[in-house]
DNA sequence: GCTGCCGGGCC
DNA sequence: GGCCCGGCAGC
């Protein structure tokens, strides 16, 4: 019995699902925000993948790589959409990874041990983003 | 309440 | 340039 899960995309989510409108879903209420009026039509498709799972494991199939994927993950398609709308990614619509900084790993009573711009409270130059 | 960091201050 | 903090957004 194989499978479909929709993997989020956003950075350091990784969240799963197993139906395509409760990933948008995750993604317009987690991420995006509730809603915008006039924007990009399903932009929240942008945000996920969508692959299918098999049982087992994947099949020894080496003759071609995966072929047709969904019309995402084009880097056309994402400059077109960055460009004209500057959706995300723009000072007021920020994301957060998950991943520990220097100010979390040391704590505040070990500040000497954080990078520079941590304890300049600049953006951290040692985890990357 | 805490973390990450932009903007802006002081030297 | 180095160094520090207020304040804010995202958890
Ligand atoms: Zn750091």
């Not at 989020?8 to 925000?33: Q, V």
């Not at 994927?69 to 920020?94: A, F, T």
């Amino acid at each position: 019995m194989n499978s479909v899960v929709f993997e989020c995309t956003w950075r350091g989510c990784g969240h799963n699902t197993n139906t395509c409108s409760s990933i948008e879903a995750h993604i317009r209420n987690t991420h995006l925000g509730p809603k915008k009026e006039g924007d990009s039509d399903h932009e929240e498709e942008f945000y996920y993948t969508e692959r299918e799972v098999m049982a087992p494991a994947p099949p020894p199939t080496l003759s071609h790589r995966d072929m047709c994927r969904p019309p995402h993950e084009d880097p056309e398609y994402q400059r077109q959409l960055v460009g004209s709308y500057s959706s995300p990614s723009s000072p007021g619509r920020r994301p957060r990874s998950d991943n520990k900084k220097c100010r979390k790993v040391y704590g505040m009573d070990q500040r000497d041990l954080w990078c520079t711009q941590c304890k300049w409270k600049k953006a951290c130059t040692r985890f990357g983003d």
